[in-house]
């Protein structure tokens, strides 16, 4: 960690420097974002020493000189560009923009939501009586900075981000779409969101992340999720970061008594990726589907840690996580599910499957199921295999090319998990990403 | 149309075939019948191309040329079809989907316009009728969890996209119940014609009453044992295999015994 430590210090000047600018007044949050500083400052970036980063080395992203992105920076002319980017149909007036990390009001369009709904800036929030004690209660509360050095950077650079509420009982119809679009080569990007849904609440939420040029910076989002009784998210999350890029995310959840979270999140890009997804089941009967799909090809590296956490009885976990890997692109799923010797009844299911198309591409496959309660129906598998001979020959049969043949059962592979999208233009889109990916022209 | 002459092929060195002759001719329908393990399978999957099978020995010529030379998908594209007596599962490609990529390889090989999805949809609809197949298998995927006999119904319903010249139908038979066994036996008559030819390859008498072949030959042990008529298989059905066993060259017409 020694060399690393003048790095470090790049980022504490840019953290004084954004103390400074949000003048003398110190609230919780100052502290919060102190405290995170201080513990970056002990835990540094993670070595593949430590078990959890054994198979993703980020000496890179520690060695590189990524300047955090300030609130300024890039504030225009980004209009034409943007819409080209990752658009959601469904969610053209039902979107929050974030450029570099940065929520930009100007970008966003909130025009589908009802008025009940709140979408807004977290500093707005902060701001605002109705709101305020609702960000306090639930910021970082879900994502742990003590043990991710990402986290705690994340934490300490907690400005403009967004905070997404919805209110007890209401329905939102259009899907609410964060889009993260990274403009600015070099920067360190630390987008931080905080979606709190109420009882009996639903909605559906897609993050979203593309980038302007395949330029190299750093993107480390940390999104938090927190569903009340009842309430019922179904949340996407799409990475199509530049394939120079790194991206080190964290996406924590706690489920509330009977609520459902449905989660998919989808892997094509950047150089390097870690997502941390903790579900934390707090409550009884709560369900969840954690699913997800990474696409990788050169020397791409995707590094998945699931956490799936069965606290209380009576909850249900389902988890399908998928992999093609072509070139020598290398993937790690670590998925681990905990029954806590409370969580009587509970039900999870978790499977990881991993297509190689190539000799050298390489992918490391742990699921831990650790059980404690007696009463349980747990299962867990992985798998890594390669194109099925059998099924190949099938399609060859039938007058496909082997080349065809070989594209069609990868994309066949891939549907199991893009299938059960339900938001048609996300679904579609990575139906024609997946095709393109593998060169192929099938059109579905 | 196809001529098989004194084929040998095997597995890792294991002689399956030891001399297999054929001649099937447009317009025919040709079963092949014998005991389990005697080769039938092995024969339509070395027409088909299967990877897993050397030919060490004889000619397979169709429409003149040599087939062997072809890669399976080759094969395909210029008529060959083989149902298979255990159809695949593709779990995520939808039934309508792989048939309108097969039927559209077809058309480019025969340097015709593609048809898109909704074109397709069209005749898949047409096609569908020939098997009495239910529209909901066509968003399925390709035998992803159907039964059985739906494997088997999928596979004439392919045949019927695909219209090949010569089609292996590999105990396709096997796993239908009364009422699908006259539907897909009915759908394989209307498929064939005086310019298409069929092999059917089935272990019973009772599908024979639905296709009436021409010609009926006896595999046994990569031989065949014996040829005839449609009677044949009647006569196979009172007596067994084990008569053809005890003496395998008893009626002379066993044209692949050397
Ligand atoms: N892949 C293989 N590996 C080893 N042996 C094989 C293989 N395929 C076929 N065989 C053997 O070749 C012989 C012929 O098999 P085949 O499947 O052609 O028989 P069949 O006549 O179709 O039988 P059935 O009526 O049971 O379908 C059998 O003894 C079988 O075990
Ligand atoms: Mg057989």
Not at chain 1, 102 to 131: F, K
């Amino acid at each position: 960690m020694v060399i690393e430590l003048q790095k470090e210090n790049l980022y504490q000047e840019a953290f004084q420097a954004l103390q400074k600018s949000r003048g003398v007044e110190s609230s919780w949050l100052d502290r919060l974002r102190e405290n995170a500083m201080e513990r970056f400052a002990e835990l540094g970036f993670p070595s593949v020493k430590e078990e959890e980063w054994k198979y993703t080395n980020v000496a890179a992203i520690a060695r590189t000189n990524f300047q955090p992105a300030s609130p300024s920076a890039g504030a225009t002319q980004l209009d034409a560009e943007l819409k080209q980017l990752g658009s959601v149909p469904e969610a053209r007036s039902s979107q929050l923009v974030f450029v570099d990390g940065i929520l930009r009001n100007d970008l966003s369009s909130l025009g589908a939501l009802s008025q009940q709904v709140v979408a807004i800036d977290l500093d707005q929030a902060l701001a605002d009586e109705r709101y305020s004690e609702i960000v306090r209660a639930h910021l970082a509360r879900q994502a742990d900075y003590v043990v991710n050095g990402f986290t705690a950077l994340n934490t300490a650079f907690i400005n403009r981000g967004a905070f997404v509420y919805i209110p007890k009982g209401v329905l939102v119809a259009a899907p609410i779409h964060l889009m993260f679009i990274a403009q600015s080569e070099n920067t360190a990007n630390f987008p931080r969101v905080l979606i709190v849904a109420e009882e009996n609440s639903s909605a559906t939420i897609v993050e979203n992340y593309v980038s302007v040029e395949e330029a190299r910076y750093l993107t480390s989002p940390v999104v938090e999720v927190v569903l009340a009784e009842g309430a019922r998210l179904e949340h996407y999350k799409v990475q199509r970061e530049s394939v120079e890029a790194f991206h080190v995310a964290t996406t924590a959840v706690g489920l509330g008594r009977n609520s459902s979270y449905d989660t998919t999140t989808i892997t094509f890009g950047a150089k390097l990726s870690r997502h941390d997804i903790v579900v934390n089941m707090d409550h009884e009967g709560a369900e969840c589907w954690v699913d997800g799909l990474y696409l990788v090809t050169g020397d791409q590296h995707a590094d998945t840690h699931s956490v799936i956490d069965h606290r209380q009885p009576n909850c249900t976990s389902h988890q399908l996580y998928k992999g093609i890997l072509d070139g020598k692109s290398r993937a790690v799923f670590n998925g681990k599910v905990f029954v806590r010797h409370n969580a009587q009844k509970t039900d999870a299911m978790q499977t990881n499957k991993n297509l190689l198309l190539s000799n050298e591409a390489r992918v490391d496959t742990k699921p831990q199921l650790e059980i404690l309660a007696d009463d349980v129906k747990c299962a867990h598998g992985a798998a890594v295999g390669q194109i099925d001979e059998e099924e190949l020959f099938y399609l060859e049969t039938r007058g496909l090319h082997p080349d065809l043949g070989r594209n069609l059962l990868t994309y066949g592979f891939a549907e199991e998990v893009i299938a059960k999208i339900k938001l048609d233009s996300i679904r579609n889109e990575l139906d024609e990403a997946v095709l393109h990916r593998l060169n192929a022209k099938l059109e579905v | 149309m196809l001529e098989i002459k004194d084929l040998h092929a095997g597995i890792d060195g294991n002689e399956i075939l030891k001399g297999i002759n054929l001649t099937v001719n447009k317009g025919e329908i040709h079963a092949i019948m014998g005991p389990n393990g005697s080769g039938k399978s092995t024969l339509a999957k070395v027409l088909a191309g299967h990877p897993a099978y050397q030919v060490t020995k004889g000619e397979v010529l169709y429409e003149g040329k040599d087939l062997l030379a072809l890669a399976p998908d080759e094969r395909a594209r210029s008529g060959i079809f083989m149902a298979f007596q255990y159809p695949i599962e593709v779990p995520g490609v939808s039934n309508a989907q792989f048939l309108r990529l097969a039927y559209n390889e077809k058309r480019k090989h025969l340097g015709e316009e593609e048809l898109d999805p909704l074109e397709f949809k069209d005749l898949l609809k047409e096609r569908a009728k020939v098997v009495e197949m239910d529209a909901s298998f066509m968003t399925r995927s390709v035998n992803d969890g159907f039964s059985g006999g739906e494997k088997k119904r999928n596979e004439i319903l392919q045949m019927a996209v695909l219209e090949p010249k010569l089609a292996v139908l590999d105990e396709t038979d096997s796993g239908l119940d009364i009422d699908a066994l006259r539907i897909v036996a009915g759908g394989v008559n209307q498929l064939h014609n005086a310019n298409n030819a069929v092999i059917l390859v089935t272990h019973y008498q009772r599908l024979l009453d639905y296709i009436v072949p021409q010609f009926v030959h006896v595999l046994a042990n990569g031989r065949i044992a014996k040829e005839g008529g449609k009677e044949l298989a009647l006569e196979l059905e009172q007596k067994g295999y084990d008569w053809l066993k005890a003496a395998p060259d008893s009626n002379g017409a066993g044209a692949g015994v050397n």
